[in-house]
């Protein structure tokens, strides 16, 4: 039973672009969500959150956004650099746990 | 602040060694986590903390055991190694749940 989905195993964007990060999810019972970046051999790093009577949270470059409706979660990254190429997980939370997405590779091209 | 450190960085086991990884934190957290990231997938739940004393099961905890005896430490502990235990784990802590979790840099454990 698959709660949570990162359907883009990997992206490509140009420097510049916008980067579009998706999830979906199907337990209703999340209740906060968050966005982590990972680079190869380091831990995960959080990025942005988001609580569930919000529908948007910007900081930065980055701003996240949630369709409670939909059960749909996304990061948008504008503009991207190539610094951002890493793998990002989306994140779901309920009581004391996190269910973590398989990770969309993100790539940045100069 | 040295943050979530864990040792060792790497191990290669036997199957049916026995082995401990462990992890420290320095922020004085209440909530500790142990997870393992499968090549390609992202990261399932282990084993829990919510203070010292307490422990909980997370999504895949067999063949897995912890104990929490201080805030600081929380050691997971692998008895009877197995190939399907080759994977990277991961320790985070968190000061409670709904914040954000603190991720040490990871074990890279291959059981051969």
């Known amino acids: 039973d698959q709660q949570v989905k990162q359907n883009s195993p990997s992206l490509s964007v140009q420097e510049g672009r916008i980067s579009i990060l998706n999830c979906d999810y199907t337990?209703?019972?999340?209740?906060?969500f968050l966005w982590y970046k990972k680079y190869p051999a380091e831990g995960p790093t959080f990025l942005i959150s988001?609580?569930?009577?919000?529908d948007k949270n910007e900081d930065g470059r980055f701003t996240v956004f949630l369709n409670k409706s939909a059960k749909h979660l996304s990061l948008h990254i504008v503009p991207s650099q190539p610094g951002d190429s890493a793998v990002y997980f989306c994140?779901?939370?309920?009581?004391?746990?996190?269910?973590f997405g398989g990770g969309t590779r993100l790539m940045v091209k100069p | 602040n040295a943050g979530v450190t864990q040792t060792p960085k790497f191990r290669i086991l036997k199957i049916g060694q026995s082995m401990t990884l462990q992890c420290t934190q320095d922020m004085n957290h209440n909530y500790m986590y142990w997870y393992r990231q499968d090549p390609g997938m992202g990261l399932k739940l282990i084993y829990y903390?919510?203070?010292?004393?307490?422990?909980d099961k997370g999504e895949v905890p067999n063949g897995y055991n912890v104990s929490r005896s201080t805030t600081e430490d929380f050691p997971l502990r692998l008895e009877l190694a197995a190939p399907s235990q080759t994977s990277v784990y991961f320790c985070?802590?968190?000061?409670?749940?709904?914040?954000?979790?603190?991720f040490g840099p990871g074990t890279r454990l291959t059981v051969l």
């Open positions: 337990n209703s019972m999340f209740d906060y």
């Open positions: 985070a802590s968190a000061p409670s749940s709904y914040n954000e979790q603190f």
């Open positions: 994140a779901f939370g309920a009581g004391n746990m996190l269910t």
């Open positions: 903390s919510v203070g010292a004393g307490i422990t």
């Open positions: 988001i609580s569930s009577i919000k």
